[in-house]
C-alpha cells in the first residue's frame, strides 16, 4: 500500500499515476523512496553507476558538463515535475552518468529502485509513454541548448543569460553566468564589464542590475561575433 504521506505527494505532483487502473504502476508508487537532500550536494558525477530512477517534487537540481578546457557547461535544470534525461538514459541503456549533478536548493524526490523502474516499463503503457514522453521533450531541449552554445556568439548568450532570469537584479555569480552561457568566467567577466561601459547594466558585489532591457534583448535576437 502506498503510504499516505506519499500518496499526498503524489497526488500533488504527478496526479495522473493516482488516476491510471494499473497493478504495475501501483506497485512502482508503492517501492518509492522519498528522499532529501540538502543544496550543494553532488547526486551524480561521470563514471557513476545510476541505480535509481528519480521524479522530482521539490527543488532544483543542475546538470552540467566539464569541457576539455575546464568550462563548467550547464545542460539542464530537473525541477519539480520532471524526471531526469540523463539518468532515464543511463537507465535504459544501462550506461553510468557522463555528467555531473548538483542541487541547487535543498530538494525532496521519489526515487524508485532500478528494478522496479524496468519492471514498470515492460508492464505498464501508460508509465512506457510517460517516460518516453518526458525523455523525449527533455533530449529535445538539451539539443537545443547544445545548439544554441555552439552557434550564438558570447554576446548572444550572455545577453540570453541575463534575460532569462526574469528581473532587473540578479544574484549570481560570473561562474554561475558562464555556465550558463558555456563560456569561461574570465570571457563573462569581460563582456559583462563592456556592457557596464555601454550603460546596459551595473555591476555590484555578487550581484548585478540591468538597466537597459531594450538593448539587452536586442543583442540576444542578433548574431553578434565576439
Not at 51 to 61: A, P, R
Not at 174 to 179: K, T
Amino acid at each position: 500500500m502506498v503510504p499516505i504521506q506519499h500518496l499526498t505527494l503524489w497526488k500533488q505532483h504527478f496526479p495522473a499515476f493516482i488516476n491510471q487502473d494499473d497493478h504495475a504502476l501501483r506497485q512502482l508508487m508503492e517501492a518509492a523512496l522519498l528522499i532529501t537532500i540538502p543544496a550543494g550536494k553532488q547526486i551524480f558525477y561521470p563514471g557513476k553507476a545510476c541505480d535509481h530512477y528519480l521524479l522530482m517534487l521539490v527543488g532544483s537540481v543542475k546538470t552540467q558538463i566539464i569541457s576539455t578546457d575546464g568550462r563548467e557547461v550547464l545542460l539542464y535544470h530537473v525541477l519539480p515535475g520532471d524526471s531526469c534525461v540523463l539518468t532515464t538514459s543511463c537507465l535504459l541503456g544501462d550506461n553510468h552518468y557522463p555528467a555531473e549533478g548538483f542541487t541547487e536548493t535543498d530538494i525532496s524526490a521519489f526515487a524508485i529502485p532500478a528494478y522496479v523502474f524496468h519492471r514498470c516499463l515492460s508492464q505498464s503503457e501508460y508509465f512506457r509513454e510517460f517516460v518516453f514522453r518526458n525523455f523525449s521533450k527533455r533530449l529535445s531541449d538539451v539539443i537545443r541548448r547544445m545548439e544554441a552554445l555552439s552557434f550564438d556568439s558570447v554576446d548572444r548568450k550572455l545577453a540570453k543569460a541575463l534575460l532569462a532570469e526574469g528581473c532587473d537584479i540578479i544574484r549570481k555569480t560570473h561562474n554561475e553566468l558562464a555556465a550558463e552561457a558555456g563560456s569561461a568566467r574570465e570571457v563573462v567577466s569581460r563582456h559583462l564589464k563592456r556592457f557596464e561601459s555601454y550603460g546596459w547594466l551595473s555591476l555590484g558585489r555578487g550581484n548585478l542590475r540591468i538597466i537597459d532591457t531594450a538593448a539587452l534583448k536586442r543583442i540576444a535576437v542578433q548574431d553578434t561575433a565576439e
